[in-house]
């Protein structure tokens, strides 16, 4: 057989696992101390082997969160130990959720993430929004209001600028559209009423739910924010449209300025 013929055939050959990426490449990373090369691959290609079987056996509750995110990070760097990277993620940004929400340039601050896997990390991110944003409009959203306040969480409490965010519902209030109408800066956002309303009419809505982050952390409606609600609300009542609530995002909660009587 020619060499040529010989690498189109191992090139048809799918590897079960990353193991197999091992097998013909030199290795790259410093061993530990005292260890050669092939006893630092076996281990934490052992140390792996031992996760998944935890993780297949007694499911997600058997590990912590890093090692949860160890796994993942098995296949986006199949030739380190990732145990420090995943555990350095954590550290930096306090939660898993803190991981996935974190921007791009803040991803690669960390030792061992390069860009092409803070990317990876980010599609992560992204699947799990759009997994709750899919479930979320299945539902009648006034009857499913956890599932609408933890995809505003999951969409919006990482994000380093304000968003302003506006849920468009049908009259069985169904969701409709879900767009981004403005991004300001670290603590502002510019929102105008008629835009709002505008929009809601070329949609056919006839109801909304508003939401916006606060980056500081602290979902405490401001002034500012108190107006704002109350000028969209007057705009939209006149055509029809109903305000739902106002939700404000932070961090570690969320407030609602309908449970608070704001509007």
């Given at each position: 057989m020619k060499k040529n013929d010989r690498l189109s055939a191992a090139d048809r050959t799918q590897p079960a696992d990353e193991r197999s990426l091992f097998k013909d490449l030199a290795p790259q990373d410093t061993p530990l101390p005292g260890a050669s090369p092939a006893t630092e691959e076996a281990h934490y290609l052992g140390h792996r082997d031992r996760l998944r079987t935890r993780y297949r056996e007694h499911g997600d509750g058997a590990l912590a969160d890093?090692?949860?995110?160890?796994?993942?990070?098995?296949r986006l760097i199949p030739r380190k130990d990732t145990k420090p990277i995943a555990k350095a993620l954590l550290a930096r940004f306090g939660t898993l959720a803190g991981v996935f929400g974190a921007p791009?340039?803040?991803?690669?601050?960390v030792k061992g993430i390069g860009e092409t896997v803070a990317l990876d990390l980010k599609l992560v991110s992204t699947i799990g929004h759009r997994t709750l944003k899919s479930e979320l409009r299945k539902k009648h959203v006034l009857s499913s209001w956890s599932a609408v306040v933890e995809y505003c969480h999951a969409a919006m409490a990482y994000e380093t600028k304000e968003q302003f965010r506006i849920l468009f519902?049908?009259?069985r209030n169904t969701l409709?559209?879900?767009?981004?109408?403005?991004?300001?800066?670290?603590?502002?956002?510019?929102?105008?009423?008629?835009?709002?309303?505008?929009?809601a009419l070329e949609l056919s809505a006839t109801a909304l739910v508003l939401a916006h982050n606060h980056p500081?952390?602290?979902?405490?409606?401001?002034?500012?924010?108190?107006?704002?609600?109350?000028?969209?609300?007057?705009?939209?009542?006149?055509?029809?449209?109903?305000?739902?609530?106002?939700?404000i995002i932070g961090k570690d909660g969320h407030v609602s300025m309908k449970g608070l009587r704001l509007f």
């Open positions: 890093y090692e949860i995110l160890e796994m993942l990070l098995f791009l340039a803040l991803l690669q601050e519902l049908d009259k409709i559209a879900d767009e981004v109408q403005q991004t300001g800066t670290i603590d502002h956002t510019p929102v105008y009423p008629r835009e709002v309303v505008k929009r500081s952390g602290d979902p405490t409606p401001s002034r500012a924010d108190i107006d704002m609600t109350k000028q969209i609300v007057e705009t939209a009542k006149p055509l029809g449209i109903a305000v739902h609530d106002h939700i």
